[in-house]
């Protein structure tokens, strides 16, 4: 089978020619799902320069019309809606019905935003003076930066572009170079739906290569960025010397905190699904259970009975409910990590090995993991592993457990299993965490609410939901006489 080449999408213009990379299947590497044009530090120059250009006719059009655009391109991807589930599983390895509804919410983003199109809320207040009419109006900042991860391929590319373009933005997108093709078919869809040249600019390749070049350009007023802690604090460091608005979503160690009240089954559940599904590489992805207690050995006994009934493998397949680790480097920290974690805490409760042999040999494969009596100060209740490694932590009572939760520098997510309406209530007003959940995984958020941590997570206005154009646009205040 040929391979489908995937080029940069610069001033309207679908350009490559130069070098390429390749695009490989995690759960089986001899698939290559498709070569993209390796960018260079000029194409950023040039994208930026495309989106400058563009930026005044597309600032200046109504913005429901910008947003029927979006209506547009949500619609071009529903009418792809299996072909890009199943892609998303080839190029990032997560289940095929996890796949599909991170495009189905991709999709919904579009819409969300399109629909806010019809509002842009601007403020208008009453004067303290006779005859004085003031209001705020809300206007765009410019060119913005988009730097995106791999593990919510589409999904964090359409909740950064929508709200960036339905602003009256326009944007360069620099994809993660593991799963760029979601973010491609996004961008592809904008480009069918009839969006104008220069507003939308795509360049992928090796972001330690593109950043410098992405922060230096010169048209750039914002970046927004998804990721590591690591580079998001760089790039935190460069836009700063320019001034540049910024926005960080970067690294969590997420608790959930089970109480001796919960429902036992659904605590069961619902920390095996935070913990393992999309292999632990979700942000808001539980890595640490930290348990009462009165029930910590009957549940820990539960975790691991539960754990083990995981299926892992490709997740093509029916019935997998893990797939791979994104890639080899990946897969490589995982393991190091349980290696930290065995030496810390002793052997796992089950797994802690890589998988290898029938259908596992081609793919990057790591048994879902859990250790036990970790405590406060160990590596692994301390630093984010991203993968299916849970961390087992032991609290006298609520008040221990929410001290435990809150004894890291990240504050993404956080949840609580508990029947208690005081204790949940004390969880909502004491966690240091941008994102809670009740009796629910501390993974699985919508896109109708903002989205964003505290602490050294994240940096900047939150993302989604209404809240999402606070970074996008900018006020413009008039005090007018009549
Ligand atoms: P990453 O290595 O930081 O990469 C993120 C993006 O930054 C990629 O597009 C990457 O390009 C690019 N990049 C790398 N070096 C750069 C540089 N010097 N300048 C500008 N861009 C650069 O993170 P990742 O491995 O893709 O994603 C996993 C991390 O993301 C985890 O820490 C996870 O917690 C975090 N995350 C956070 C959230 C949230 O909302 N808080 C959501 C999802 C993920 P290349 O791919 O080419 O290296």
Redesign the pocket.
């Known amino acids: 089978m040929s391979v489908q080449n995937y080029k940069n999408y610069i001033n309207g213009e679908w350009v490559g020619g130069g070098k390429t990379f390749e695009n490989r299947n995690p759960a089986n590497t001899d698939e290559i799902v498709g070569l993209f044009s390796k960018g260079t530090a000029q194409d950023v120059a040039d994208a930026a320069a495309a989106a400058g250009a563009a930026f005044p006719a597309w600032a200046a059009m109504p913005a429901p019309a910008r947003g029927n655009l979006l209506y547009k391109a949500a619609d071009i991807m529903d009418r792809k809606f299996e072909q890009l589930g199943a892609e998303m599983t080839r190029e990032e390895g997560k289940t095929l019905p996890e796949a599909k509804g991170e495009v189905r919410r991709a999709i919904n983003i579009l819409r969300y935003f399109g629909g806010e199109g019809s509002r842009l809320p601007g403020m208008l207040v009453p004067s303290e003076r006779d005859r004085v009419h003031m209001f705020a109006i809300r206007k765009p900042l410019g060119v913005v930066g988009l730097?995106?991860?791999?593990?919510?391929p589409s999904a964090?590319p359409a909740w950064k572009l929508a709200p960036a373009l339905i602003c009256g933005n326009t944007v360069v997108l620099?994809?993660?170079?593991?799963a760029p093709l979601s973010s491609w078919r996004i961008v592809e869809a904008l480009h069918e739906a009839g969006v104008p040249k220069g507003v939308v600019n795509f360049v992928a390749?090796?972001?330690?290569e593109?950043?410098?070049a992405?922060v230096d350009a010169k048209p750039l007023k914002a970046v927004s960025?998804?990721?590591?802690?690591?580079?998001?604090n760089?790039?935190h460091g460069e836009a700063s010397k320019r001034r540049l608005r910024i926005q960080l979503?970067?690294?969590?160690k997420n608790p959930t905190i089970v109480l001796a009240d919960a429902d036992f089954g659904s605590a069961v559940e619902n920390v095996v699904n935070a913990s393992f599904f999309s292999t632990g590489q979700k942000?808001t992805a539980t890595s640490r259970a930290i348990v009462e207690d009165a029930i910590y050995d009957k549940f820990v006994a539960a975790l691991v009975e539960r754990t083990k009934k995981l299926k892992v493998g490709d997740g093509m397949q029916p019935g997998i409910d893990i797939g791979p680790a994104i890639d080899e480097a990946q897969l490589a920290t995982v393991l190091d990590y349980i290696e930290i974690g065995k030496k810390e805490a002793g052997a796992p409760k089950v797994g802690g090995n890589r998988l290898i042999g029938d259908g596992f040999s081609k793919g990057y494969f790591v048994e879902p993991t859990i250790f036990s009596d970790v405590t406060e100060n160990m590596r692994i209740a301390q630093e984010?592993i991203?993968g299916p490694v849970l961390a087992v932590m032991r609290a006298k009572d609520f008040n221990d457990a929410l001290r435990i939760a809150n004894n890291i520098p990240f504050g993404?997510s956080a949840s609580i299993q508990s029947t208690n309406l005081s204790r949940v209530f004390d969880f909502v007003y004491g966690m240091e965490a941008g994102l809670l959940t009740v009796n629910l995984p501390s993974a699985g958020v919508e896109y109708q609410l903002p989205?964003?941590?505290s602490k050294d997570?994240?940096f900047g206005p939150k993302e989604q939901g209404p809240a999402a154009m606070e970074f996008y646009s900018d006020y413009k205040t008039v005090y007018l006489k009549y």
């Open positions: 730097v995106t991860p791999w593990n919510f964090i620099k994809p993660a170079s593991a390749g090796s972001g330690g593109l950043g410098q992405l960025f998804t990721g590591s802690c690591e580079i998001g760089w790039l979503e970067m690294g969590g942000c984010e991203f993404l989205f964003g941590g997570s994240s």
